[in-house]
């Protein structure tokens, strides 16, 4: 999983830009390098809360592999929705996306 360092230079706007798209049916966040035009989606997911999945389709998350910034016991995440791409913390237990990466 990406570091906390690794989400925040992917939505560095320095480096990137961002855009709120449907890709195959699924709605999510493209960001796109300003270096080289290489780009990931992310898609919108929701998280697993309890018993059910919110937010799907509208909102996504992906747990970085750091502990949280503001609270210890939480993990630190990016965060989107068709407005908004950033970086919190949320509780471990509730079920939030991972996206592997490759060690280089």
Same mark, same amino acid.
Request: net charge positive.
């Given at each position: ?5 690794? +989400? ?23 960001? +796109? ?51 908004? +791409? ?19």
């Amino acid at each position: 999983m990406p570091s906390l360092d690794q +989400i925040k230079e992917l939505i560095n706007s320095k480096y990137t830009t961002t855009e709120w798209t449907t890709q195959n049916g699924v709605n999510g966040r493209r960001i +796109i390098s300003k270096n080289n035009g290489n780009n990931i989606f992310l898609p919108a997911t929701g998280f697993y809360f309890n018993t059910h999945i919110d937010n799907q389709g509208s909102h996504g998350y992906m747990y970085s592999r750091s502990a949280g910034t503001f609270n210890t016991p939480f993990g630190s995440l990016l965060a989107f929705h068709s407005n908004f +791409i950033n970086w919190s913390d949320i509780e471990r237990c509730q079920g939030v996306t991972i996206r592997p990466v490759l060690k280089q």
